[in-house]
């Protein structure tokens, strides 16, 4: 089974740290929000590189799915998850 962790960049670059389990179980890291980065206090290196600690062989995409940006990523992985 496929599992995948979101971390929202209104919600803090800490998640991967809160909540280890969740990311060591985890196949992808979405980073969400990614449109608001120029609003927040969200360090997305930080967030990535928390996230690898957990769980060194996680796919991480950002992405924002008002712009749009990432979203190719997203659905590629998807299909070919779907494959495998």
Do not use: H
Request: hydrophobic residues 35%.
């Amino acid at each position: 089974s496929l599992r995948v962790v979101i971390i929202s960049t209104t919600e803090g670059e800490d998640k991967p740290l809160k909540y280890p389990y969740m990311f060591r179980s985890s196949n992808l890291c979405i980073i969400n929000k990614t449109d608001l980065l120029p609003y927040l206090d969200f360090d997305v290196e930080k967030a990535r590189e928390y996230a690898l600690q957990i769980n060194p062989d996680l796919k991480i995409i950002e992405l924002s799915v008002k712009s749009g940006e990432g979203m190719d990523q997203w659905y590629d992985w998807l299909k070919q998850e779907m494959k495998d």
